[in-house]
T-cell receptor, first 114, second 114 residues
Framework: NAGVTQTPKFQVLKTGQSMTLQCAQD?????MYWYRQDPGMGLRLIYY???????DKGEVPNGYNVSRLNKREFSLRLESAAPSQTSVYFC?????????????FGDGTRLSIL | GESVGLHLPTLSVQEGDNSIINCAYS??????FIWYKQESGKGPQFIID?????DKRQGQRVTVLLNKTVKHLSLQIAATQPGDSAVYFC?????????????FGKGTSLLVTP
């Protein structure tokens, strides 16, 4: 079982470049999430999608956009990358965001912006 | 236990001993709590969860205790093994402005020595 798959695993960008991080899950989950993790910090929610066709802002949405392409895929886009967006990005999914069920995570995309 | 700041609190235990990792959560309205384990270069991995109507839940070698009076959560690991070395995060769930979000603590690093 692949679970949650993120691509790419590593990326280096220059300030001002754009990029899309890809995420796909094969667990037939309705809800998907994007988090960022900075050194010594917990995960902070960027955006989430409670179900196919809906997206909502999380705690730190500025500088990002998302697209829920279908039930399986949820992408995160940086339109104009800034050094402050250097981080590790994690995608997660869960059956239903409203229910008391754990989120399952991918192994992350390590993004450096110079 | 978990605390604010760039440096993760670290718990060092000997192989075979029991470990206790503590977490203070923030919202008295939180109704669901999760413990995650994160190994270097990997995404968070679900360990165990507990609902707010419970005080204790046991899994394989792990026990989670919930004290709602003082908003405290703990993870006990029995007979700690080298493979348990990782960063451990607690997360709480409540209905916030960003929907049914998970709020993560900043993590505790567990180091198991032979």
């Amino acid at each position: 079982n692949a679970g949650v798959t993120q691509t790419p695993k590593f990326q280096v960008l220059k300030t001002g470049q754009s990029m899309t991080l890809q995420c796909a899950q094969d667990m037939n989950h309705n809800s998907m999430y994007w988090y960022r993790q900075d050194p010594g910090m917990g995960l902070r929610l960027i955006y989430y999608s409670a179900s196919e066709g809906t997206t909502d802002k999380g705690e730190v949405p500025n500088g990002y956009n998302v697209s829920r392409l279908n039930k399986r895929e949820f992408s995160l886009r940086l339109e104009s990358a800034a050094p402050s967006q250097t981080s590790v990005y994690f995608c997660a999914s869960s059956p239903f965001s409203q229910r008391n069920q754990p989120q399952h995570f991918g192994d992350g995309t390590r993004l450096s912006i110079l | 236990g978990e605390s604010v700041g760039l440096h993760l609190p670290t718990l060092s235990v000997q192989e075979g001993d029991n470990s206790i990792i503590n977490c203070a959560y923030s919202n008295s309205a939180s109704d669901y709590f999760i413990w995650y384990k994160q190994e270097s270069g990997k995404g968070p991995q679900f360990i165990i969860d507990i609902r707010s109507n419970m005080d204790k839940r046991q899994g394989q070698r792990v026990t989670v205790l919930l004290n709602k009076t003082v908003k405290h959560l703990s993870l006990q690991i029995a007979a700690t093994q080298p493979g348990d070395s990782a960063v451990y995060f607690c997360a709480e769930k409540w209905n916030s402005n960003s929907g049914y979000a998970l709020n993560f603590g900043k993590g505790t690093s567990l180091l198991v020595t032979p």
